[in-house]
């Protein structure tokens, strides 16, 4: 597809703003190794600036009572919310300008104003649950931008796509059932949070509409990319979204401090290959990717531009060759977990 209606990028120097005690590793220095890579592609980026998410954005995902519970801790900053998770005086305006601006970016795409689109803000939100903060993350930005395509463009079917290292609790709770919303996630387990095994399928009439890819410590690009190729695109082009959102968090890179996975620039610009051929074939090329965790700064810098250059290139770049699939495998174990659990749904999930 062509990159006739270009290609947006959100960033703002107030998301350093945010900032939790020395050595926490969600610090404002992520955006510097991001800022360098969007800095090198500036010129062929449109800029799209930030705004605030409004109570009823927020209010259409999270409880008043989260909101409230947010307001008042950041009149007492700097707090502690969990173990994990902190807030400075100026933390919860600079999640409302995440918020915001994930739901204005995901909403020039859905209209056809541009092509594509990347949100490099902090704090990172696909943990937050709708009456609790957790895990880095006060809002949840990818929700809150889906309810407010669904409310106000109209747009019936979503994929929402988690390549974050983490499981994203926070965006599968919100969606689960609920079958206008496939959520996705490959994600490193047993780790933190806990939740995302294979039959965590969705409940209700959302059931088999959450699709989670758990993989073992120590995969890389061959076990990521199989997931996507086996797993996610069949699944993705039988539901036919029309509008692809990816929480992209590039902790699973292989310098991250915080996980053990061995995912390469190589594979990021893979991935989101796959989107993006993906969003070409079933929904217009409509492709949002929202930033999330990683915390190796080499880590950032190198998956940043691997997202930058793919959506920037004037044509979807060849897809990367299909993975082999060997019985006993990692991939197959993935795979075939995945399908049993699918199976009433997509016969033929895993074949090549």
Same mark, same amino acid.
């Given at each position: ?17 945010? $900032?939790?005690? *020395? /050595? ?5 220095? +992520?955006?510097? %190794?991001? @800022? !360098?890579?969007? =800095? ?55 999640? $409302?300008?995440? *918020? /915001? ?5 995901? +909403?020039?795409? %859905?209209? @056809? !104003?541009?092509? =594509? ?236």
């Amino acid at each position: 597809m062509l990159a006739t209606r270009g290609v947006a990028v959100v960033e703002d120097p107030r998301y350093r703003q945010h $900032r939790g005690p *020395a /050595g926490h590793p969600e610090r404002p220095e +992520r955006l510097e %190794a991001v @800022g !360098e890579a969007v =800095a090198a592609r500036s010129g062929e980026l449109r800029p799209l600036a930030p705004r605030a998410a409004s109570d009823e954005e927020i209010l259409r995902v999270h409880g008043r009572a989260l909101l409230a519970e947010l307001q008042a801790a950041s009149a007492r900053a700097p707090t502690q919310l969990d173990a994990d998770t902190f807030m400075s005086p100026e933390s919860l305006s600079v999640a $409302r300008l995440a *918020a /915001g601006a994930v739901v204005d970016l995901a +909403r020039s795409v %859905a209209r @056809g !104003e541009t092509r =594509a689109g990347f949100a490099a803000v902090r704090p990172p939100g696909h943990h937050a649950e709708r009456d609790r903060s957790m895990g880095f993350c006060l809002l949840n930005n990818v929700a809150i931008a889906v309810r407010a395509l669904q409310q106000e463009e109209q747009v019936e079917r979503v994929l929402v796509f988690d390549w974050d290292v983490h499981h994203g609790n926070g965006t599968q709770h919100s969606f689960e059932d609920d079958a206008s919303v496939l959520y996705a996630s490959t994600h490193q387990f047993p780790y933190y949070p806990g939740t995302g095994d294979f039959d965590e399928a969705g409940v209700g009439t959302g059931e088999g509409f959450t699709l989670n890819l758990p993989l073992p410590a120590g995969c890389g690009d061959d076990e990521y990319v199989g997931a996507v190729q086996r797993v996610l695109v069949p699944v993705a082009r039988a539901y036919r979204p029309e509008i692809i959102l990816v929480s992209c968090g590039f902790d699973a890179h292989y310098d991250d401090p915080l996980a053990s996975m061995q995912v390469t620039g190589s594979g990021f610009a893979a991935l989101t290959t796959l989107l993006r051929a993906l969003a070409d074939d079933v929904c217009g090329g409509r492709l949002v990717i929202a930033l999330e965790g990683g915390y190796s700064l080499r880590g950032l810098r190198e998956g940043t531009t691997a997202v930058l250059d793919t959506l920037l290139a004037p044509e979807t770049p060849p897809l990367p060759a299909d993975v082999p699939c060997e019985r006993g495998s990692v991939l197959g174990h993935v795979v075939a977990c995945a399908a049993e659990v699918h199976a009433a749904r997509h016969r033929d999930l895993g074949a090549s």
